[in-house]
């Protein structure tokens, strides 16, 4: 599959035979062609995993990016320069989900930098809340969140619905992790109310993953992180865990992945333990499939919320099965 991307990016003249393509005069049709390689490298991301083609992606990411030097009218260097950028961008996150953060951080640092020579503040944006998502991951939750607030200040009227309801949604999470619940339910209440509004026909092409099942995905974090500190939330958690499955479609298979995890540990919290094991044992055959360090990570981070349900011989096995792919990982 990927050899047939990149045939398809060689043929376009987007990638040559070795690291270097021939400079020359760039039309419309190169960045529509340009554009339509990255769908096929975010569909490939979204059903295997960043770790099955971060290096071919950053590959092409990097070929294409000298292409801001090559010819082109005055007019095609907006377009142009969003699609380098976004490039970048999609290397950076592939390079994120198979735990390449040193390489992550440097394609959005130049993906960011060509978005910002352009004036393209709504692709800064999408950059920057990938930047952020890196370090929620990392568990710098102060950093992600000082990173979210300033880029929500600098879009000013560019912001557009989706944009702010998915820079809220990772703000409450943030906000939750740090603590401060009621905050990040006030939110959350904000990223519904922009998500409402939402039309994609007039949103840019890069926010077309956006959707229902990822909002839901940031309710159901909130309440995981509330219900670590008050069981009472744990069935909130499972709600808005089992809601976003739903709502994911067939084709964005990490995400379901990723949220399936999250539902096993608001299983856990809920103390529902045999519902949890159930939906765990999928998790980790499901992971199997996965090209994704994130995943692994997340699968491994379960330990957290088994604690209170280890005397339960199933769930010391399972978590000696998380330690197996732990050692397996580290």
């Not at 340009?34 to 096929?40: D, F, G, T, Y």
């Not at 560019?158 to 009621?182: C, F, I, M």
Request: aromatic share 6%.
């Amino acid at each position: 599959m990927l050899a047939g991307i990149a045939a398809v990016a060689a043929g376009a003249g987007l990638l040559g035979g070795s690291e270097f393509v021939q400079p020359r005069r760039i039309g419309t049709a190169d960045v529509a062609r340009l554009n339509a390689v990255l769908e096929l490298y975010r569909s490939v991301d979204r059903e295997c995993g960043g770790g099955l083609l971060y290096r071919e992606v950053a590959r092409f990411a990097e070929s294409v990016y000298r292409m801001l030097d090559w010819s082109h009218t005055a007019g095609l260097t907006p377009p142009l320069v969003a699609a380098v950028a976004a490039a970048r961008q999609l290397a950076g996150w592939t390079a994120l989900d198979a735990g390449r953060h040193d390489d992550a951080q440097r394609h959005f640092v130049a993906g960011e930098r060509a978005a910002l020579t352009s004036g393209n503040v709504p692709l800064v944006a999408m950059i920057r809340y990938a930047q952020a998502k890196q370090l929620q991951h990392l568990r710098h939750n102060r950093d992600a969140l000082a990173t979210l607030q300033l880029t929500h200040a600098q879009l000013g009227p560019q912001a557009t619905p989706a944009a702010k309801a998915l820079l809220w949604g990772a703000e409450a999470a943030s906000v939750a992790a740090l603590g401060d619940h009621r905050t990040a339910l006030k939110t959350l209440g904000k990223a519904s109310d922009q998500f409402v509004r939402f039309d994609k026909e007039r949103e840019p092409s890069w926010m077309g993953f956006y959707d229902r099942g990822e909002l839901f995905a940031q309710y159901g974090r909130v309440y995981r992180d509330m219900a670590r500190r008050d069981s009472r939330h744990a069935a909130e958690a499972v709600r808005w865990g089992r809601e976003s499955i739903a709502a994911f479609g067939a084709g964005n298979v990490r995400s379901t992945v990723l949220n399936e995890i999250g539902l096993c540990s608001a299983l856990f919290l809920a103390d529902e333990p045999e519902q949890a094991l159930a939906v765990g044992t999928r998790v980790l055959k499901m992971a199997e499939a996965m090209s994704s360090k994130r995943v692994i990570d997340r699968v491994v981070n379960l330990r957290r919320d088994l604690t209170r349900h280890r005397p339960l011989p199933e769930v010391a096995a399972f978590e000696s099965a998380l330690n197996a792919r732990a050692a397996m990982a580290a």
